[in-house]
């Protein structure tokens, strides 16, 4: 018996296909004869590119060449009768940062409503096609019913439908024959040998061509790739047994931990995102703050895979979920996120990668993170532009040892929120523990540049970074904060800190302006030093000065 599935007919896949390409020529080599099969059989094609195909290049040189590969791919795609390209342009060899791909792929299904979708498999080894594997994946689980097929370029997939190409062989051939500027002779015989490999086992000496793909409907596809990518990437490829073992299995499987209240549009992108990593979580904990925007049934309906814990009401503050989020986590690592942060697709694989390489006493990986209105000043700025160990960190978007949170005990749930990352890194610091800074990776943060305005977050910052200093301080350093904080933070321009110039307190960036136009300044300050004052007492049973090397007073 022929371990082989037997030929299918293209005609049963379709009226409408959607073919989604990593670099111009992908489409070709990993399906161009189902594409010309389709097309000869009246079937309306489109292909989806998603790089511009010029890695290494720049500026006018980059241009030119991406317009090249354009040109090569839509003269193929002529020759193959697809009906239409769509360019996504995004830069080549840095397609996992794009934490947009996933919202672009999802809305290119909705729009065009493919009978099948034809898309790289997530057992390719190229770091674009793992990418947009992962983001299709993600992006079909919202279309549980959606037929697709996914094709090797790089790997062969373990193929469970066969395509006889012999028909259509010649027109792959001259469509290969178009890309001149990725050596077309070899990629013509390259793709001859591909398909001539699957043909041993056919009894028909006829079938001299053959593309294999693996089918499934969308709904299966994201356990499909998050299988795979726990197989290949987590145990290696000899590995058996389940995707969950082996994440289980991997001293540096991650948890992401998610608190939420009343952004349910935003989390759902954020979930998104999650699903379409390359390196997958091994779980997804989400705490509801009892929000009333239906976030709970949707989470329910559209992510079954999340763990979500609802709390009774709406008054805990983001240090205590956040607490019980980190609680429910098993495994090594934990994701700090925030609900509207939007991670790219190899934003938790290079994170953990830049972790491996560090010691145990580094408890936590800071990303980059972008967010609106931030100046182009600010992230170009050298100063950011540099890995350094830090006494605080992006509460938004962090990867942490789960050991290293729990000997530190987590957030203060006094705090409430706002500064929490301040004062918990104290404790890590306290306990040899180091806070790294690593600008190689950045995440999406939708929260505008700068402290949030407003009363309450005036109260919160201002209340809960005296609260921290109290704790850890040095005498010394505790004395000359006031006068600090006067000249150095609240008499900061604002030129200074959009250029970069603050590093490290990015709690306090802003705080001039909100002290400016936040209607009663003075009294929600006023009530701030009250709580401060009330509190003292508990801050004086907790003070542990720190006088590690990383310990910096929040001013810059």
Request: net charge neutral.
């Amino acid at each position: 018996m022929s371990p082989h599935p037997p030929l299918v007919d293209v005609r049963t896949l379709g009226q409408r296909l959607l073919v989604f390409a990593t670099h111009p020529d992908d489409e070709v080599l990993g399906c161009g004869g189902l594409i010309a099969l389709a097309a000869r059989a009246g079937a309306r094609v489109r292909v989806l590119v998603a790089t511009d195909g010029a890695a290494g290049r720049e500026g006018e040189d980059r241009a030119r060449h991406a317009a090249l590969r354009a040109a090569e791919s839509r003269g193929a795609g002529e020759l193959l009768g697809v009906a239409e390209h769509v360019f996504l342009e995004l830069p080549d060899g840095r397609l996992g940062e794009q934490w947009t791909l996933v919202e672009r792929l999802t809305r290119e299904l909705a729009d065009f409503a493919p009978d099948t979708l034809v898309a790289p498999s997530p057992l390719e080894l190229h770091a674009d096609h793992l990418a947009l594997a992962a983001a299709a994946a993600a992006a079909l689980a919202a279309r549980p019913a959606q037929r697709a097929l996914l094709y090797g370029v790089n790997t062969a997939v373990p193929a469970t439908l066969l395509l006889d190409v012999t028909p259509v062989s010649s027109e792959k051939q001259a469509a290969l024959a178009r890309f001149v500027t990725q050596d077309a002779p070899k990629l013509v015989a390259r793709s001859a040998a591909m398909d001539a490999a699957r043909t041993i086992d056919q009894d028909d000496p006829q079938v001299t061509a053959v593309e294999g793909f693996v089918e499934l409907r969308g709904g299966a596809a994201l356990e499909y790739a998050r299988r795979a990518r726990a197989l290949a990437q987590v145990a290696g490829p000899a590995a058996g047994g389940s995707a969950a073992a082996s994440l289980e299995a991997d001293p540096f499987a991650a948890t992401a931990v998610i608190t939420t209240w009343n952004k349910c549009k935003d989390l759902c992108e954020n979930l998104d995102g999650l699903r379409a990593q390359v390196r997958p979580f091994a779980a997804v904990v989400v705490v509801d703050n009892a929000s009333g925007d239906g976030t709970a049934a949707a989470l329910r309906e559209r992510y079954p895979e999340v763990r979500l814990v609802v709390m009774p009401h709406s008054r805990y503050g983001a240090c205590e979920t956040f607490n019980i989020g980190f609680a429910t986590a098993t495994t090594p690592l934990v994701a700090i996120l925030d609900d509207d942060v939007v991670l790219p697709p190899d934003w938790l694989a290079r994170t953990v990668e830049r972790l491996r390489q560090e010691p145990p006493t580094t408890a936590i990986v800071s990303t980059e993170v972008v967010e609106p209105e931030m100046p182009a000043s600010y992230l170009e700025s050298p100063l950011l532009a540099r890995e350094r160990y830090m006494s605080t960190f992006r509460g938004c978007a962090s990867l942490a040892r789960a050991d290293a949170l729990r000997a530190a005990g987590g957030y203060d749930e006094r705090l409430y929120i706002y500064g929490n990352e301040r004062d918990l890194t104290c404790r890590l610091l306290n306990l040899g523990y180091r806070v790294l800074q690593f600008p190689g990776v950045r995440a999406f943060h939708k929260t505008p540049f700068g402290i949030k305005m407003g009363k309450r977050s005036l109260y919160y910052h201002a209340r809960n970074a005296w609260l921290t200093m109290f704790k850890y301080a040095p005498a010394g350093a505790l004395a000359r904060l006031p006068w600090l904080v006067l000249t150095q933070v609240i008499l900061r321009g604002r030129a200074r800190e959009q250029a970069g110039g603050v590093t490290d307190a990015t709690g306090t960036i802003g705080i001039g302006r909100s002290l400016r136009e936040t209607p009663g300044a003075t009294w929600v300050v006023f009530k701030a030093g009250c709580s401060v004052l009330a509190n003292l007492p508990y801050c004086l049973r907790h003070r542990s000065p720190c006088r590690a090397e990383d310990f910096r007073l929040p001013l810059g």
